[in-house]
């Protein structure tokens, strides 16, 4: 069930249910009125006839149905006055009368009852006149208040009737009225393909709840068309980046298979198609290393790790492997207990991060040293890694995490520009941050900061 009928017919039951209570008690109210009303009247005309009767003297029985027959105030009024021995005294008509004896009863134990026979309201009380209990029978038909009333039943009925579809169409017009800016969004979102996700849905007023749902859905589709371009961009640079060392080495191999080659061109050869393959297989696992982290995290293993040990053997594991790195620790604020120097995290994903920004730091000027300087402050553990190499210009320095994207003033040092965009991977997987700071020609900061285990606990 769609929206729109729900609430129409929400709306539809909260006015039905409004108008019922209120057509019910309009003639539940006008019914017990015209009752009460109704005996108020055969009562009063009951007592004038047993004034008449019993008090004045001058009036006897036939007079007083002559005047009783004269000035019938009531339709079909009958009053019947019984005496203490049940006898019939006086009656308002000539019909035959029979005797209701359980009502004479009922009268005599309530003092007054008023109930009905059929159509007719019928009255019964007591009248005491010189020490004698007479019990009156009052009743007439209240044709005119019953018509009323049937009359006030049927307008009711019918405006009741006719406000149920008032109401129902009301309800369909104005869910349909609010709800349209909706099916306008559904449209617009329907034609949203892959091909043109830079499409944006009508924000409308900017101000109501549906406005609202479509601002966030174009703050969805920026960041999907932005992911989508990343990945893309990703896919295409990949390729080329790939490509290039294939085509060396096929047209090293399509050469040397033009003619016999001397021993030496082939050992040139094949140095040539290592250096080609050490390439292929660098960025393929920086590819992969990029892609096990971005897509499933969750295989890593958590371990505490001392991230002063940590560094320390990278440093070494790194000058050990290329001999024209060299890096210069200091250890420029220690904790006073040793426990604040364990990290959780991966121990092989940091070694990789850190390795990426000292290879960096060396690479870029010229393998000078590398300062690196670590505090630990509080619950942080901080590493900020100098050198004083080319810089990165400012127009780079917000792009540089991006999977493949290289400074301008770069053309000249190897790489894929890879490095960082891992980096920062594995730094946010630590719960980290890591920041850059640089200037053109005198050198680059690089700041990452981590939690220590104690701040998780
Ligand atoms: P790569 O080193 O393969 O180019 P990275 O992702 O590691 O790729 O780095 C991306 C870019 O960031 C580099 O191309 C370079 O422009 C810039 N960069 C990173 N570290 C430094 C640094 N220490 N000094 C100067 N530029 C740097």
Do not use: W
């Amino acid at each position: 069930m769609n929206i729109r009928l729900k609430l129409s017919i929400q709306f539809s039951l909260i006015v039905i249910s409004i108008l019922l209570v209120f057509t019910t008690s309009i003639y539940y109210f006008s019914s017990s009125y015209r009752k009460n009303d109704y005996y108020n009247r055969i009562k009063d005309r009951a007592y004038t006839t047993a004034r008449l009767l019993l008090d004045v003297q001058e009036v006897d029985k036939s007079l007083l149905k002559i005047i009783d027959k004269n000035t019938q105030a009531l339709y079909q009024e009958k009053i019947l006055f019984y005496d203490q021995n049940n006898e019939l005294v006086y009656s308002t008509t000539d019909d035959s009368v029979k005797i209701n004896l359980p009502l004479i009863n009922e009268i005599r134990a309530a003092q007054t009852v008023e109930t009905n026979d059929s159509l007719r309201e019928v009255l019964g009380f007591l009248y005491k006149y010189n020490n004698q209990e007479y019990v009156v029978i009052a009743s007439a038909y209240d044709i005119y208040g019953l018509a009323k009333i049937k009359n006030l039943k049927f307008i009711l009925i019918v405006g009741f009737l006719i406000s149920i579809i008032i109401t129902i169409i009301a309800g369909l017009i104005f869910s349909g009225r609010a709800l349209k800016p909706m099916s306008k969004v559904i449209n617009q979102v329907k034609k949203i393909t892959i091909t043109n996700l830079n499409s944006r849905v009508d924000e409308g007023n900017c101000k109501d709840e549906i406005a609202q749902l479509a601002i966030t859905f174009n703050q969805m589709l920026q960041r999907l068309e932005e992911a989508f371009i990343l990945q893309r961009d990703f896919v295409s640079n990949a390729a080329h980046e790939l490509r290039t060392p294939f085509t060396v080495m096929l047209a090293e191999v399509e050469y040397n298979l033009l003619q016999e080659r001397t021993k030496a061109q082939y050992v040139n050869t094949l140095t040539n198609l290592a250096i080609e393959i050490r390439k292929i297989s660098k960025l393929s696992n920086g590819l992969l290393d990029l892609a096990r982290i971005s897509y499933d995290n969750s295989a890593f293993e958590i371990n505490t790790i001392r991230i002063d040990e940590l560094l320390l053997e990278i440093c070494n594991d790194i000058s050990d492997i290329k001999k024209e790195h060299h890096t210069n620790i200091t250890f420029k604020s220690l904790p006073e207990d040793d426990n604040d120097l364990n990290i959780l995290g991966n121990a092989q994903l940091l070694s990789i991060a850190f390795k990426n920004i000292i290879e960096n730091a060396s690479k870029f000027s010229n393998y000078n040293v590398v300062d690196i300087d670590f505090y630990s402050l509080g619950k942080n553990i901080l590493i900020q890694f100098k050198d004083k190499g080319i810089g990165i210009s400012p127009d780079d320095i917000h792009k540089i995490f991006q999977p493949f994207y290289r400074g301008k003033n770069t053309q000249f040092i190897a790489g894929y520009g890879l490095g960082l965009a891992l980096t920062l991977k594995i730094i946010q997987l630590h719960n980290g941050t890591i920041d850059i700071t640089s200037e053109l020609g005198v050198g680059t900061t690089v700041t990452v900061t981590l939690p220590n285990k104690a701040s998780f606990i």
